[in-house]
């Protein structure tokens, strides 16, 4: 579904080497696109579903990398969080039919994932937030072991040159300042 090696390299000529590639890699999709090298008369849909993953307390659980290693499949991928993962659908013609192979298609995934969760002890839950996630788990300690997602949070914090700010403003308020992306 993707490559996740992501390599951080620290010096400004390989970071300069990345922003030509990446530009000259814009340029060849707008080239493609002017040539319309891409298929004009078949329409396809493809699906994700994210996933929560919680213990027998139904508190957020952070073994979706060993969970991912049961599955070994490559639709399935790890999330910012140790306690998510998602999975992505092929994508399919767009036709009679096709919801249905989509639901069929992400039924058999999630209970093939939710028999590598039942292995460690873990249940999946199809939600998009965790009701039961507390400031415990919004902690780097529960960010996914990767270098990118190291790097995306140190980058991101980096550009703010300050904390995170949540503010939510309804029937309740909530204002939450916070050090990682986890948040």
Request: glycine share 4%; charged share 30%.
């Amino acid at each position: 579904m993707g490559d996740t090696n992501a390599k951080i390299k620290g010096t400004k000529s390989k970071y300069m080497q990345f922003v030509n590639a990446l530009l000259n890699d814009i340029e060849a999709l707008e080239q493609m696109v002017n040539d319309h090298a891409f298929d004009g008369d078949i329409e396809r849909i493809g699906a994700e579903q994210e996933i929560c993953i919680v213990n027998e307390e139904w508190k957020p659980a952070n073994n979706s990398l060993e969970i991912l290693a049961d599955i070994n499949d490559p639709c399935f991928t790890t999330e910012l969080a140790k306690y998510n993962l998602e999975i992505n659908l092929h994508p399919i013609e767009l036709k009679t039919g096709c919801f249905l192979a989509i639901e069929k298609d992400l039924s058999e995934k999630f209970f093939q994932a939710q028999r590598s969760a039942e292995k460690l002890n873990s249940k999946l839950v199809l939600a998009g937030i965790l009701p039961t996630i507390s400031r415990n788990e919004i902690t780097l300690d529960y960010l996914t072991p990767l270098d990118r997602y190291h790097h995306l949070s140190k980058k991101l914090r980096n550009l703010r040159g300050r904390k995170l700010d949540l503010y939510l403003k309804g029937v309740d308020e909530i204002h939450i300042r916070h050090d990682s992306i986890m948040f």
